[in-house]
């Protein structure tokens, strides 16, 4: 199988938007505007970037992720967030999944960043235990999901 591994920051990509589609559908969120919701990833200045994978040149999945600050008044930390991953059924369970989280570890690697959080739904919690990231159960998300941390 041949595998292709993009790095992406301009959410206008057709293959990224057929991927995230995809993805919305199964979870069950609709969208009204998509154009709109394109317009808004790009005019985010927060690092918003993705990797999408492909195989034999099918899109494969895809992870998007952005870097965030932890701030208080004493210390401030840059560290990674995973806002998203998704692999198409097609091409589950052959670690392309593992895959994308490695592209995405390695480039917070890369850029001096330590500490990953995301948040999953407990189901997938499994995927993660296993690639090193531990439940973080101080810490509460805003969409009351499974907070997950691991350091790099």
């Keep these: 199988m041949i595998t292709n591994n993009i790095l992406i920051t301009d959410f206008s990509n057709k293959v990224f938007q057929e991927m995230f ?22 005019s985010q200045n927060d690092g918003n970037t993705a990797f999408i994978r492909t195989c034999n040149n099918e899109p494969a999945g895809f992870i998007q992720f952005t870097t965030i600050t932890l701030e208080n008044w004493f210390f401030k930390e840059q560290s990674g967030f995973l ?21 995405a570890e ?5 850029n001096g960043i330590s500490r990953i959080f995301l948040t999953t739904e407990d189901d997938n919690i499994g995927f993660y235990l296993n690639r090193g990231y531990q439940i973080h159960e101080n810490i509460q998300a805003k969409n009351q999901l499974t907070v997950m941390v691991r350091n790099i």
């Design 106 to 110: 390695k480039y917070f690697k890369d």
């Design 21 to 42: 589609k995809k993805y919305f559908s199964e979870i069950k969120i609709e969208v009204k505007d998509w154009d709109g919701l394109w317009a808004e990833m790009n």
């Design 83 to 103: 806002r998203e991953i998704w692999v198409d059924e097609k091409f589950r369970k052959q670690g392309n999944g593992t895959e994308l989280l490695r592209l």
